[in-house]
């Protein structure tokens, strides 16, 4: 006998509907399977604390599976049938999408029996945030890790030269590094706010250079991820230079949080970490920007000026919360889209003022 079988294998992306709502997602399970005329033996879920829920079921035609990450509006989806046609698998799959209402998906459909094989392996694949993908080759592979926080890249592109990416996103690379670190710096140097600087992220050392060559005389580079650190300063002297070892540098190891906790007097604060935390934390994504946005605010000097890489240019529910957000402590708010050529788009940078 010949094995055979249909799989989904799909995320939802910001989906509309409480993905921690354990009992309608249960039912919404239930339903589904007996509405798309699959044989439901049984369901089982679980509720993680503080959030998050599994529920699997096992059918005649093999199993579904979902699996929810509330504070990130995301769900990961999974049917497998062994059915020769994918009809049901297909009709599952939107009776779902109809109940969670996600965005945006992302779907892979397999066919499984066969043996199979990932050949492809020398490229990076990163994301956009309109369903878009930026594939880079991988000339070399300079660097792989795991730290305790995220996968950790550094490759040797034929454009662009050498790339740092994180859990998959490209986060810097030696040809396109200037218009970046020049976007968050720029800036602060016209107000010649260069007493004391904090970089909330940076651990490419990148912006800290830049910051070096205009002049500031106290910078704080906080970083979570020492891994992170490490492997820029092996692999990538061309975009940190000496920042890491230059005496107006002070390396924190630290969440960006704990650090707000307890240093205050800042002329200004880069905000170089990623505007969708879900990762990172548990918190609802608004809540934990609100939060850390009003610390920021807390920390600079009267007229104290942050500046911030946001995201790319289409994706507008970040920017407008953003634009909410920085409403509640700063004034003079700057929006700046900036091309820069290692994302392949355009990228949104924000400065603004305290209030």
Known sequence: ?????????????????????????????????????????????????PIGLTVVAIISESHVAVHTFPEAKHASIDIYTCSKTPEPTNALLEYFRSILKPASTRTIRIKRGDELEINDTNWMISYGSIGTETRYHIKDRIFSGHSKYQKIDIILNDSFGKMLF??????????????????????????????????????????????????????????????????????????CGDAFENKKVKVIIDDANNFLEHHEGFDAIIYDLTLHPEWLTVKDREKFLRDIFAKISRN???????????CDVYDTDTINMLKDILRRSFKKINFVPVFVRPFCVEWMFANAVKK
């Open 1 to 49: 006998m010949r094995p055979y079988g249909n799989q989904i294998v799909c995320e939802f992306l910001n989906c509309k509907f409480d993905l921690n709502d354990e009992k309608t997602i249960t039912e919404m399970v239930r339903v589904g399977i007996n509405k798309c005329r699959l044989g439901l033996i049984k369901v089982v879920n679980h509720k993680f604390t």
């Open 166 to 239: 994180l859990d998959d996103d490209v986060q810097i690379a030696e040809i396109g590094d200037a218009e970046y670190n020049d976007a968050l710096v720029s800036p602060i140097a016209e107000k010649k706010l260069l007493n004391k600087v904090a970089i909330l992220g940076g651990g490419d050392g990148g912006v800290a250079k830049e910051l070096i060559k205009r002049g500031a005389k106290d910078i704080y580079l906080i970083d979570i991820d020492e891994m992170v650190v490490a492997a820029c300063r092996e692999h990538l002297p061309s975009i």
């Open 300 to 310: 600079l000097n009267k007229d104290g000026l942050v500046s911030i890489q946001c």
